[in-house]
């Protein structure tokens, strides 16, 4: 480790937040932001201040394929493991880094986003801005809630929600890339349940066309059990890994045909997303540990 994020991005925090037009509160009014360019810059160069020689993306020819469905005007995910809140970053970024469609690719990524990270701290809502966003109230918060006392609360996440799904229908269709994190949060090993995918997600498989798991392994960025601002930084390889485009209902379908009547469905398509995400990465592991011996 070499830091935290407030330590060693002490003046990029001071430049993000000076140029940020991220908003702080979430209403149905602004659930869909587009991305600021100059919040980008700096979040690459933070980025690229600690990846080390041997990073990149493997399977570019799948992300190009995935765009080519988009721009046909297929509706199309990309599922991606969640370890940081570099890892958006690290998508973008690496597909640029490819070359040949990696500017259109990363243009057309729409990252589907809890409120926290716009409300929670103004810092974190200012380097969240650099990506284009379609904001959601997370349906385990509302859960919480008691339905009396937060009654006020769960109106405006429900409303919050509704705006989301209408936005997200109206911006599906355009030659978008939707970016989906499965499991719902950011992987703390002290936490073991963070890795398990949230039973939401059928409900994006079941109404997207194609979509491609993504791996990412190597960490520059390490959770903690405090503010996210005090997330430990660290210099390591990071390889980001795109399967093959797939079919979306053939996908689900195959799953629910090997899913008894007495099980969730909905969380048998989140189990087998994280089954797939899984493999992947231990595959992509032992070929990036090939890369740190060298």
């Not at 297929?74 to 640029?96: M, P, T």
């Not at 880094?97 to 409300?119: F, H, P, T, W, Y």
């Not at 609360?153 to 429900?158: M, P, S």
Request: net charge negative; aromatic share 6%; proline share 3%.
């Amino acid at each position: 480790m070499i830091g935290t994020l407030t330590t060693v991005f002490g003046d990029q925090i001071k430049r993000v937040i000076k140029v940020s037009k991220a908003p702080t509160v979430i209403s149905e009014d602004n659930v869909y932001q587009e991305g600021d360019p100059n919040v980008l810059s700096i979040l690459d160069e933070m980025v690229n201040h600690l990846i080390l020689p041997g990073s990149g993306l493997d399977g570019m020819n799948h992300l190009e394929e995935l765009m080519e469905k988009a721009e046909s005007g297929k509706s199309c995910l990309l599922l991606v493991e969640h370890y940081s809140n570099l890892d958006l970053s690290i998508v973008s970024l690496f597909a640029r880094m490819a070359g040949g469609r990696g500017q259109a690719i990363s243009d057309a990524l729409v990252a589907i986003a809890g409120m926290k990270l716009n409300e929670h701290n103004p810092v974190v809502a200012a380097f969240t801005g650099a990506y284009t966003k379609l904001v959601i109230y997370p349906s385990r918060s509302l859960l919480e809630m008691d339905p009396e006392k937060d009654k006020a609360e769960i109106a405006r996440g429900n409303a919050i929600n509704r705006a989301a799904m209408k936005s997200l229908i109206r911006h599906k269709y355009k030659g978008k890339l939707v970016l989906v994190f499965p499991s719902g949060t950011r992987y703390r090993s002290w936490e073991p349940d963070t890795k398990k995918g949230v039973r939401e997600i059928d409900s994006y498989i079941r109404s997207f066309d194609y979509m491609c798991f993504v791996a990412i392994n190597g960490e520059i960025l390490h959770v903690q059990q405090t503010d996210m601002m005090n997330d430990a930084v660290s210099h390591d390889v990071v390889r980001v890994t795109v399967g093959p485009v797939r079919d979306c209902n053939e996908f689900r379908d195959k799953v629910l045909a090997e899913t008894s009547n007495d099980e969730d469905k909905k969380q048998a398509v989140a189990d087998e997303i994280m089954k797939e995400l899984e493999k992947m990465h231990t595959s992509a592991e032992a070929e990036r540990k090939k890369l740190l011996e060298k």
